[in-house]
Each structure stands twice: as C-alpha cells, then as structure tokens.
C-alpha cells in the first residue's frame, strides 16, 4: 500500500470543543487523533470531512500548535453535519490547501482587514498573526460588517485586537434594540480607519458584492489594485486541482486561490456566471 | 531509449502476434473492436479482432462504420470513447473508512493493485490528449497517484493517421495527424500493391524489446517514405478547421458574444461532449455509507461542466444559464486551459462533433466568435 | 416642480431643459437587454421615455437581484456624474424601451461651462435620482411589510430612523 496522502485521503482529528457563535453558526476546535497535518498558512483552507457525508472546504478560523478551529455555518448537508457535532465525535481533515494571504514584506504598511459576515473567520488567523508582529506594520484597522449585533463572530477577539493595538469598528445592517453602534455597510468605516493610500495593503472576506465594493472603494482611494487581497469562494470536491469544481476563467481557485490579488480577481468578478 | 530507435516492417500477422506478446506480458490489451455499430475500445484478445475493412463516416451529429473495400484496419478516425475510459476511468473508490464501536475510525486508501495496460492504435490527438490529461492529474503540485500509477504501467502503440474524417481538425491543434513522440511503439498502416503493413517504430526500450518478438517482413527501404506521404497527405484533408489565431485570446476576449446566445439556444446541456472529450476531466466526490452506516466509501465519478449542481454553491449554482455552462466549457477547452495547464485542452479529435444530438461544432462556434469579434463585437454588452 | 416626481426633465427648469434636450439623441432597445454592467465605464446615461428597466445586483450563486426598476420619464444612471465614472449596478430591460440618450463627456463638458445649467442638472440629478430614491431605500430596509414585532424597530412610536 502506498503511505496515506493528507491531500488524497482524511486524516482523522477528533472534536475537542464546540461554542455555539450564532444561531447558525459554531466553532469546532479539533485535534488531531495520531498524526497531524502540515501547518496551515493564513487563508489558507482545509477539506473537511463528516463520516460517511462528505467534505466541504473550511478556512482555519485559528490555528493553535496542532489544534485546528473552523467556523461553520450550517447551510448544506455536509455543513450542518459537521455543525451539529459534539465532542468526542471524529473528522477527517485533509490540507493545507491553496494560496492564502501574503501580508505586506514592507515594514511600516497600513493594513486594513475588511469583513463581511462570516468573511470574519478566515481573517482571524491573519489578524492574529500580524498583531503577534505588531511593531513591523504601521496602522492596523479591522472592519467588520454584519448581519445584526447577533450575527457578530469573535466578540472577545475584538476587545482581545483591540487591547494589541488595532483599530476594530464594527457596523450592522439591522440593529436591535440595545445596540448603540454604527449602522450601514461596511465601507461606510473606510471613513474611520487611518491610513496611507500608497503604503497600504487590505484584505478582504464576506460575500463577493460587499468585495467588490469595498475594493473599488479602495481603488478610489488611491489603493494600487495588486494590494488589495480578497478570498474567493467556489465549489470544490478534492482541493488538489483534480476536480475541475472551483473553476473562476484562468483560475482554479483550490491552487491559484483562494486568496487571489483584485487585480487579478476585477476582470473575473465583473463577468457574470464566469 | 539509448541508440538509434529500431524500425521494422510487419504483417498482419506481426499485429496479431503483437497483441499475444503483450499479453504474453502480463498486459490486458485494449484496443479498437467493431461492437453495436460502432468502433469502440475493448479488451483484445486476437488480431481479428481489429476492425479489418471498416471505417468510419463522420459528421455534425452523425457516426456510420462503413465497409471498406482495403481491409485497413487503422482506416478509422474517433469512436465515442477514448483512453480516458481506462486511465481516467469513470467511477473509482480512492478510499474506505470504517467507524469502530468507540466512534473513532480508521481511513485505508484503495490499495487495488493498477492494471497494466497495453493501449493498441491510440492516434495522435488521442496520444496528445493522455499528454494533457497526465500534465492535469498528475502534474500540478498534488499528484493523483491513483492515475499515476495506471498511466506510468501503460504500454502505448501508437498508430498514425492516414484517414482522417470529416470532424476531424488535428492539424489545427498541432497534434497529429503524425506521432511526435510519446509512445512505446508507433505504427503507420499502408495498404497498396505491395500488401498490408506497417511501418513500425520503438519509442521506449520495452518497445523495441517487443518489436523484437515479433515477425518481420523483409526490410522495405520505400515504406517509411510511402508512410511519410500518406500522413502527409493526410494533414491537408482535415474535415474541419480552427481559426488560425490565438484561440487562447480569442476565448478571453469574447465572454460577451452574442453567439453564446446562439449555441445556447441549440445546446441541450446534456454533457455528451464532455463525456466524449478525451482530456475533459472533472469528477465529482461521491460519498457513500453500507447499511450499518459504520462503513463509508469515498468514490470519484466524471462529472460534466453542464451539469447545473456542478458550480453548485450554498444559495444555488453560478452557472445557471446554459450559456455560461457552455461558454465555460467552450473556453476552458480552448483558452482558460492553457492559463491552467500550459497547453489546449482541445486535440481536434472532433467527437464532441460527432456525438453532440444536435450537431453542435466546436469549430463553427469558433469561427462565429472570431467572425464576431472583427466585427467589433455586441453593442451593449460592456461598452455601456 | 416637485422632485418627488419622477420626471426627470420635469424637475429642470425649462431653460435648462431645452439646453439638455439638444443633447439627447433617441434611442431604442429590445427587451431583455442588458444595457450594462457593474464596474462598466458610466460613459453614457438615459432618461426614459416608455417601457422599464430593471437594476440589478449579481452575486454567484445567487444570481441577479433586481434592486429596483425604472420607468417612464426616469433618469437611468448617475454614475457619469461622479468619479470614477463606473456603474454601481447592472441595468436590463425588461420590456422594450425607448430613451433619450445622453453622451456623459458632453454633457460634463456643458456643467463645467456653464456653471448655472450645471448647478442645475446637478441639482436635478441629486434630488430626483439619488435623493428620492435614497429616501425608498431607507424605507425599504424597514421591511414594513414584513410581520410586526421585528427589528429594527425600537419599540418606541415614530423612532424609526
């Protein structure tokens, strides 16, 4: 028999948490079962597996040592599988798969992470990972969009950036009764968060409408479009550029993605069932 | 291969001694074989079964094998399936997993042993379209080694062209209708006054070991220059053309054209075309569980481009027109493969062609987008 | 003149209106066609004289959402006024249309000539297209239509934003 391939075949990691984040949504922490993946870059993705159901591409929403946290939202029957498990239970997990992002090699750049829903997940390892190397970048703002107060991911995350230096504002397209923050869309914060035009970098994940919004709105700005990041979402069934699924023109995003520069995304994006 | 490749002439005969000796190799031989009015692929077992005296008459839409009065047995250009069948095969379990009483499970990888091939008559464009597809499955940063396997335990005769049909367009492609490397043993059929032979050539060391096996006909100076015609010959009498322009550019630059609106309105989306390509490649993940639900299976099927779950997301599919699903289709095969894999995933084989139900020509809708795009392309659309 | 009515050449006053008219050529469409597309270049824009078109929004996978349609005497597109000059939505007709059609370099180069047509087509451009129809869009967000009980109210009688 030829040795497992982590890319072909699951290896089996076991659900150590699962905290409920919304009423669709949760996190699963899981570790690995005996052996463990190679780890994971930022954005980039894993193909996660649910007994006897299927697989479905998942961000790591953290990575900590070993220990791997996805946030799912269950809208498919894998998703809501993988939603509704309990501790104890086992996944297969195969990646690291993809193109994740590539923070600025220039120290002193601005850096604008810009959220929609729960485009907030595969933003958090980034996040993370340039707070933990604060003093190499200049101003840090983070952008988060959402649903209503209650869709809000990662609330103790925000008061956690925060406290390491970044700019975090948050802004809801219905409010409920007790929140007293902004309302509108997400690049209505553009406005609040500092920075150089030409020495800064964004990224950007939510749905592909607030994207592409935010990143003309950036290019307005004065963004150069190859500093502007986004991460794209296709079907995909093996994550080894094999199945033809994840196809976006020129682009199979399993390999060329899923973060891809808005340079090279505009021309793609602007052609409606490409 | 060290030193000059070895050449030979043989009979038929040599051909019908040639498949014994590879099985004799512990091969299954597949090759053409006339079955349900059609020359499809199967498995051979005697050199009579080679569709001796029959061609083929291709068109749009329509595929008849006819008599022919020569007795070649090469005279024949694409049937519906293509080696894709065999190293790429339609359904195939990758792996096996079993849940224990304590919830945990194991994952065993298919570990059936992979077949070793001997591929008999494959032509140029379908030498060409393994070369794409071993460059798709097996040449990016993840192998497939499934598909690795069987292609690196497969013994390729080629056979060149000489009877190209009314569909077909290799030379537009660049990939046949001669053999340019690639194979084990390649043969060139000539029928005429001085009998039935082929001109044989090793391409690997295994190819000249088994051309060494087999009887030869006296040496025959004059052949390899008689093959050399008819191939020639051959290339000048393609039933079908592809603009000669960067096909690669002209799909990127007519995403807007009008004439997808026209092809869409006859396309069926039925798939067919994909299912004959021999470089489509898609698959779809299959997941299945046994009764007990404690035995899970992951299994891989071919899956279509115009099939409407393939671009499948969350809130519904992104191709939802059967225009964008044949346009996708359309321009990854000429254009977006070469952003992809460095090449056309297109060989000119023409069965899309022919095994379309309503005649749908890749080649037409090629010069009907380059037509266009002189044209100055479709107002409105984008110059608003 | 009230620029709650949707006549677009209505709310101009009339000098200006005759001034903008001069410019206009007709124009026809066919139904079903999309005459154009997000980030597509706002070179041209249209006040229609007979049938509608739709606005759209296109997200994969979702497909295309009609945001709101236009009909007679409507000004279709704004974006040519504002850099930079790129449409904001997508636009199709759904039954056939007839329009004037307007060259947005020409008409920008009559506003910075002539600072009082322009102040005026402006005007008329912010009130009648993006004034109205920002105003709807608020109430659209309130979903009045939908069942009672529900955010984004605040429980609070007439404080509804």
Known sequence: MTAARPDLVPVPYRVAARTARTPDTADLVLDPVADALPPFAPGQFAMVYAFGVGDIPLSL?????????????????????????WPGTTVGVRGPFGIGWEPPAVEGTDLLVVAGGLGLAPLRPLVRAVLAARPRYGRVAVLIGTRTPGDLLCTQDIEDWRAAGARVEVTV???????????G?????????????????????????????????????????????LSLERTMHCGTGHCGHCQLGPLLLCRDGPVVSWSHAEPLLLVREL | MTGEAPTAVIGTEGMAELIRVLAARGRTVIGPTVRDGAIVLDELTDGDELPYGRGVELEAGHYRVRPRADGAAFAHSAGPQSWKTYLHPQRERQWNADRGSDGAWVVTEDDTPPPSYAFLGVRPCDLRAIAVQDRVLAGGPHSDNRYRARRERTFL?????????????????????????????????????????????AGSDEGASVLAE?????????????????????????????PEVDLQALMRET?????????????????????????????????????????????????????????????????????????????HKLGTWYDQFDSSGCVGCGRCIVWCPVGIDLTEEAHALNAERAAGGPPGEGAA | MTADRPDFFGALPPA????????AREVSFPAELRIFDEGGPADRFWVIRSGTVALDVYEPGRG?????????????????????????????????????????????????????????????????????????????????YGAPGREPWTGAAGAAP
Not at chain 2, 188 to 195: A, H, L, R, W, Y
Not at chain 2, 216 to 239: F, Q
Request: aromatic share 8%.
């Open chain 1, 173 to 183: 397209d219905r409010p409920d009764n007790a929140w007293q923050g902004d309302v």
């Open chain 2, 157 to 201: 005769v080629a056979v060149e062209c000489t009877e190209p049909g009314a569909t077909c367009f290799c030379t537009s492609m660049g990939a046949g209708p001669a053999v340019d490397g690639g194979y084990d043993l390649a043969l060139t059929e000539v029928v005429d006054g001085g009998g039935h032979r082929f001109w044989a050539r």
């Open chain 1, 61 to 85: 929403s953290a990575q900590d040592g070993h220990r791997l946290t996805h946030t799912i939202r269950a809208v498919g029957a894998v998703s809501r599988a993988l939603h509704g498990l």
């Open chain 3, 64 to 144: 295309a959402a009609v945001v709101e349609t236009l009909g007679d005497g409507e000004l279709l597109g704004w974006s040519w006024l504002f850099e930079p000059y790129h449409w904001h939505l997508g636009a199709r007709t759904r039954a056939p249309v007839t329009a004037y059609e307007f060259d947005a370099e020409q008409v920008r180069g009559a506003i910075d000539a002539d600072p009082a047509f322009g102040l005026a087509v402006t005007r008329c451009v912010a009130a009648v297209a993006i004034g109205r129809r920002l105003r709807a869009a608020r109430l659209r967000l309130l979903d009045l």
């Open chain 2, 255 to 331: 995403l807007h054209a009008d004439r997808w609106n026209d092809v869409a309105a006859r396309c069926l989306t039925c798939g067919n075309c994909t299912m004959a390509c021999p470089t489509c490649f898609c698959t779809s993940a299959e997941d299945v569980t046994d009764l007990t639900g404690d035995h899970a299976e992951r299994w891989r099927r071919w899956e279509s481009c115009f099939d409407l779950e393939f671009s499948h997301l969350p809130g519904g599919p992104v191709r939802a027109s059967g225009r964008s699903r044949y346009r996708q289709w359309a321009t």
């Open chain 1, 185 to 229: 869309v997400v690049t209505d914060l553009l406005d609040r968060a500092e920075f150089a035009p030409r020495n800064a970098a964004a990224f950007l994940c939510g749905p592909e409408v607030m994207m592409r919004a935010t990143a003309r709105e950036l290019v307005r700005r004065g963004l150069a479009p190859d500093r502007i990041q």
């Open chain 2, 214 to 242: 087999l009887p030869h006909l006296p040496a025959d100076a004059s052949l390899a220059t008689v093959a050399h015609e008819k191939v020639s010959a051959a290339a000048d009498r393609m039933g079908r053309t592809m």
């Open chain 3, 16 to 23: 200006h209106r005759d001034r903008l008219r001069t410019l």
